[in-house]
């Protein structure tokens, strides 16, 4: 596999600070980048009109000065694809909708002490996790009419939280934080929500959370210990670290799984799908991940051996010599080797993933 | 819209308002720049010609350890009227430099200091404003020299709690003050 040249966007269309994060819209062909300098820029694509230079095309085509005051630090769509939230260190989270031919913020929440640093959809939409400097994870019910309604809020981590991440299928919620753990949290039906699990490995902060594929038993993280680590749910409220993946020389900010383009998936059998990581270091690496064969029959546990991994892809230097801070696969179904990132030189790329044949 | 308190807990901090952690520091007298490679460097006609200066951001020159040290020995202490120099908190071979990479070890004047981060964070931001984009920089406290060591280390090289302290109006605006004189000896 190797790494087609980047789709960028028109040179003017970087943020003028910092970007820390982008959100592929999981519906519509639209890009949501934030940064430093306080706004949300939207990028749609399109298959491209010249011949001479086919494949997609991206257009920024709006930029939202979202009226926080300070950073906005991470963007997150609702699975329908009409709302999206921004997450601040202005400690608020600001809820936008498309109204005639604008985004309007359509209702902020606050509630966090310190920096909101992540948000996170559930995967019925229902549902919106939020974390902060303040230790915290809040859990918001998403009700019509821009309407939210917190319903927990989650003391469990020692020190900043980073991330939050939803299981792709079951409202099973994962935060990762400064304090080297990861978290796992269920709702108990006859009482408020509770941490069941907590994953201790990792030898330094926890930067960021990725759920696998498919059935969604494994989860990844990415740690400021320069390792990506592999959890694997060995019984239901148990997961058991599996792997840990090396290659980086410096914090690894993002990590993201996405499954892999169907006709890798029809000729890899237990295909776990593509894995990317990216950070300090200003690398970003591909592994395609599947499930583990047990070789010999007679005795083991199949669940705790490792994936079968091989480094597909390798992009260094992806935004010159700055960090990355995000890499995000494209999640709709035909753009699955499409794979975007910001760094801290303020733009967003955007690269798709080709065979070397 | 911060309060003065909100960079300590940013920092985690136990200072309370006023207190001196080091109320009688030992001064030392600086050095008068011997024949420094970087004093060479800075007298030199091709370096003077400032209109190169942008395009020479981008281009690939080695810088050492002096340059590095001068950058950041005129920063003042937060709570004494003296730099980082005469406090002995930096000193040149403290410094690491790689291609592109610059470790900076810095030396509390005593264990218990609640400043340590403040130093750490004027120190990093010196540097970002100094140095071409390529060089990624690392910050920690001389190994056993503070009594919260991991703690002032991890919060000095985490890019986020960085990026946010730089964002409060006042702890900016003591950063500043403390910078307010690092033209006096560094080549920028």
Known sequence: MDVDLPYKPQWNTGHEDRAWHVAWNPAKPLLASCSADK??????????????????EFQLITSIPTGH??????????????????ASFDSNIGIWEKEADEWECISTLEGHETECKCIAYSASG???????????VW??????????ETISVLMEHTQDVKFVSWHPIEEILASASYDDTIKLYIEDPSDDWYCFSTLSGHTSTVWSLAWSPGTSSYLASSSDDKTVRVWRRVAEHKWECVLVLGGHDRSVY?????????????????????????????????????????????SGNVSLLPPRHKLIASIPSAHGVHDVNSVVWCPREGYEDL??????????RVWKIVPTT | MSAPGHFIALFHSSQMPGEIFNPNPVVFSTSKSAARQSDLLAHSLWVTDSSQSEDEADDVEPIDQDEIYDLIRSIYDPEHPNTLEELRVVS????????????????????????????????????LRSLPERFKVDIFV???????????????????RVAAALENPVLLDTVEQCLSNVGARGIV
């Open chain 1, 39 to 56: 706004t949300v820029r939207l990028y749609s694509y399109a298959s491209s009109s010249n011949e001479a230079t086919p494949g997609l």
């Open chain 1, 69 to 86: 005051a300070k950073t906005v630090r991470s963007v997150a769509w609702a699975p329908a694809g009409q709302t999206l939230a921004t």
């Open chain 1, 126 to 136: 229902t549902l919106l996790a939020s974390c902060s400097r303040d230790k915290t």
């Open chain 1, 139 to 148: 859990i918001w019910e998403v009700h019509p009419d821009g309407d939210f």
């Open chain 1, 254 to 298: 993002s990590v993201s799984w996405n499954k892999a383009p169907k006709s890798v998936r029809k000729s890899t059998p237990g295909c776990l799908g593509w894995l990317a990581s990216a950070g300090g270091d200003g690398k970003v690496l591909i592994w395609e991940l599947s499930e583990p064969i047990l070789e010999d029959n007679t």
């Open chain 1, 339 to 348: 794979l975007a990132t910001t760094g801290d030189d303020g733009y967003t």
């Open chain 2, 92 to 127: 040149a071979p403290q410094v690491t430099v790689g291609p592109n990479s610059v470790k900076v070890e810095f030396t509390p004047t005593v264990p218990h200091c609640g400043m340590s981060t403040l130093i750490g964070l004027c120190i990093r931001v010196r540097l």
């Open chain 2, 142 to 160: 001389k190994p056993g020299s503070h009594q919260s060591e991991n703690a002032v280390n991890k919060q000095l090289n985490d890019k986020e």
